[in-house]
């Protein structure tokens, strides 16, 4: 599941307006709006950097509301998938949810699974946990990655050397990127940076 953040930041042209909680950027971008300001408006999930809309149609007030019920709707939708997680089974009913699906192997595949301890289920289940765990930190700088690619696509994409900055991003070369991404916008320049944190984490 793809995770979210319940905070964002937005940005008109280079310049950033407001970053934090939603209500609060969102009624800061309200205020640029009813400015008629002609730079384009962005706003973007401080974790995934997709784009974040607002309605910001009604009074301050509304706008807010709309939020609070938004953000509590899916607090609700998560408690309720956690309630059925935790309600009682059936009797026979496996308490793991081991749900049974054809898997076709070779005979030489079988035959060591077979002896291992446990037998072939509980070897492939093993198996298949030890592929996630030593996959999850690819797996999250690879997202971390995509995030930062996204916002300098969206803001940075005419920008000086956006596409050497890209490649080192990609080539985990943090120093190359960092350097290169240094003669940005500053408010363009210092978000950039706060999001690769995260894609260069593990080859601090």
Request: aromatic share 6%.
């Amino acid at each position: 599941m793809t995770v979210h953040s319940l905070t964002c930041t937005a940005f008109e042209g280079h310049r950033r307006i407001a970053s934090g909680a939603l209500p609060d950027v969102a009624l800061a971008v309200r205020e640029v709006l009813a400015r008629g300001e002609q730079a384009p408006v962005l706003v973007f999930d401080d974790v995934t950097s997709r784009p974040v809309e607002f309605d910001l149609r009604g009074s301050a007030d509304e706008i807010v509301a709309r939020l609070a019920s938004q953000n509590d709707g899916a607090e609700t939708t998560h408690a309720t998938a956690d309630a059925a997680e935790d309600a009682p089974r059936g009797r026979g009913r496996p308490k793991l949810g081991v749900v049974a699906r054809e898997v076709t192997l070779l005979p030489r595949h079988w035959e060591w699974l077979n002896g291992q301890s446990g037998g072939a289920s509980v070897a492939l289940r093993k198996l298949v946990d030890a592929a996630r765990v030593a996959g999850e930190d690819k797996d999250r700088q690879r997202a971390a990655q995509e995030a930062v690619y996204r916002f300098m696509t969206a803001l940075a994409g005419n920008l000086p050397r956006y596409e050497d900055a890209t490649r080192a991003l990609y080539a985990a070369d943090r120093p190359r990127f960092e350097e290169i991404v240094a003669a940005w916008p500053n408010d363009v320049r210092d978000y950039t940076l706060r999001l690769a944190n995260a894609a260069f984490a593990t080859h601090a």
